[in-house]
């Protein structure tokens, strides 16, 4: 099983500033097709989850381009480049390169 | 609209079975893939299996497979989930989830399954 490490768990912001999340991978995510299922998730309170980036860097429709998706490898990125309200919640990674399919622990994203 | 409706969730005993529905609209149900994802309320999301766009065999989390069966009816657009010898541990919101190829971009709003005596 590929396990999914993110760091922080915990992401206190001041509104209008960056962000960045960061997604470790126990293996490599690319697949034998060549792409890389690597996804992004954003879970407000209440609410399930909704999908912000996909294979990596592909930002879903109807996402704002505040947010973005790098990597490779073992080692992916979420950036918000300017956080507003509405971006609070809990933000996991996930891959689907392998089964079974495994998310990050989540990261908690606050307004200072 | 596009939209993911999940339903059949309650309260259980355990070793009792229950059956979860999705019906799904506002999209081509049959050439997708289907997942189940559960979260226990305050914690995070679990993949427990899915099931390919034509239907046949399932694939499952270590933690369920033997006593959980995903399957669906492309006729009525809807996607199951058969939960046999249920555990407290399976105690979770359960959620829906569309994949085109390698992500779940369309959830739906969960159904509660509470597993306790």
């Known amino acids: 099983e590929i396990v999914m490490t993110q760091t922080p768990l915990s992401s206190p912001v001041t509104l209008g500033q960056p962000a960045s999340i960061s997604c470790r991978s126990s293996?490599?995510?690319?697949?034998?097709?060549?792409?890389?299922?690597l996804s992004w998730l954003h879970q407000r309170p209440g609410q399930p989850p909704r999908l912000l980036i996909y294979k990596v860097s592909n930002r879903f429709s109807g996402v704002p381009d505040r947010f973005s998706g790098s990597g490779a490898g073992t080692d992916f990125t979420l950036k918000i480049s300017r956080v507003e309200a509405e971006d609070v919640g809990v933000y996991y990674c996930?891959?689907?390169?392998?089964?079974?399919?495994?998310f990050g622990q989540g990261t908690k994203l606050e307004i200072k | 609209e596009v939209l993911l409706l999940e339903s059949g969730g309650d309260l259980v005993q355990p070793g009792g079975s229950l059956r979860l529905s999705c019906a799904a609209s506002g999209f081509t149900f049959s050439s997708y893939a289907m997942n189940w994802v559960r979260q226990v309320p305050g914690k995070g999301l679990e993949w427990v299996s899915v099931?390919?766009?034509?239907?046949?065999?399932?694939t499952y989390a270590d933690s369920v497979r033997g006593r959980f069966t995903i399957s669906r009816d492309n006729s009525k657009d809807t996607l199951y989930l058969q939960m046999d010898n249920l555990r407290v541990e399976d105690t979770a919101l359960y959620y829906c989830?569309?994949?085109?190829?390698?992500?779940?971009?369309?959830w739906g709003r969960g159904t509660l399954v509470t597993v306790s005596s």
């Open positions: 293996q490599g995510l690319v697949h034998s097709d060549g792409n890389t299922y």
């Open positions: 099931i390919l766009a034509g239907g046949g065999g399932g």
């Open positions: 996930m891959q689907a390169t392998q089964f079974p399919y495994t």
């Open positions: 989830a569309k994949e085109p190829v390698g992500y779940l971009d369309l």
